[in-house]
T-cell receptor
Framework: GDSVTQMEGPVTLSEEAFLTINCTYTATGYPSLFWYVQYPGEGLQLLLKATKADDKGSNKGFEATYRKETTSFHLEKGSVQVSDSAVYFCALKGSGNTPLVFGKGTRLSVIA | ETGVTQSPTHLIKTRGQQVTLRCSSQSGHNTVSWYQQALGQGPQFIFQYYREEENGRGNFPPRFSGLQFPNYSSELNVNALELDDSALYLC??????????FGPGTRLLVL
């Protein structure tokens, strides 16, 4: 079945450092890809998404590009802030009524 | 703010008991899904409803059941609670299944 693998955390960075969180997927067909963020004690918020190959999703300085050839959707941000500390989930969704399939999450801690 | 609310926020139950969790979606959100998120894990799909009919189910036993109501609210019922049912339960709704908005979750502890 469909699956998502993302780099294990925790990831600890200093403020203004560059962030990459790797995500690869296995899926039949052409899924949509998502990054969700979960702040402490809260539910999931959609951060960005891409629905077809070579699409780039972006939001709040974060971006990720749908790479079909490498089945990847890595999350990047050029300069992280303390407020970016959260757990980040990569997810995919196949066509039709299929549900979201999530990775295990990567905890990011940004220190001042 | 996603417009999706869940109640209660926290709940403690004992093994064997039954629990009902509630979700209120935005008006017009015909699709609602429920996910279980164990500590340190990603959310796992439980089931999905579209216009009050279940139209998808994950790998969860029948003691997990649900309802969706015409007023865009929904319920997750779990019978015969087990210790492993301790988790954060997330409700997600949307106009379609493509983009879903998550509620803040209900944290269930089974003792």
């Amino acid at each position: 079945g469909d699956s998502v693998t993302q780099m294990e955390g925790p990831v600890t960075l200093s403020e203004e450092a560059f962030l990459t969180i790797n995500c690869t997927y296995t899926a039949t067909g052409y899924p949509s890809l998502f990054w969700y963020v979960q702040y402490p004690g809260e539910g999931l918020q959609l951060l960005l998404k891409a629905t077809k190959a070579d699409d780039k999703g972006s939001n709040k300085g974060f971006e990720a590009t749908y790479r079909k050839e490498t089945t990847s959707f890595h999350l990047e941000k050029g300069s992280v802030q303390v407020s970016d500390s959260a757990v980040y989930f990569c997810a995919l969704k196949g066509s039709g009524n299929t549900p979201l399939v999530f990775g295990k999450g990567t905890r990011l801690s940004v220190i001042a | 703010e996603t417009g999706v609310t869940q109640s209660p926020t926290h709940l403690i139950k004992t093994r064997g008991q039954q629990v009902t969790l509630r979700c209120s979606s935005q008006s017009g959100h015909n699709t609602v899904s429920w996910y279980q998120q164990a500590l340190g894990q990603g959310p796992q799909f439980i089931f999905q409803y579209y216009r009050e009919e279940e139209n998808g189910r994950g790998n969860f036993p029948p003691r997990f059941s649900g309802l969706q109501f015409p007023n865009y609210s929904s319920e997750l019922n779990v019978n015969a609670l087990e210790l492993d049912d301790s988790a954060l339960y997330l409700c997600a709704s949307g106009l379609t299944t493509e983009t879903q908005y998550f509620g803040p979750g209900t944290r269930l502890l089974v003792l």
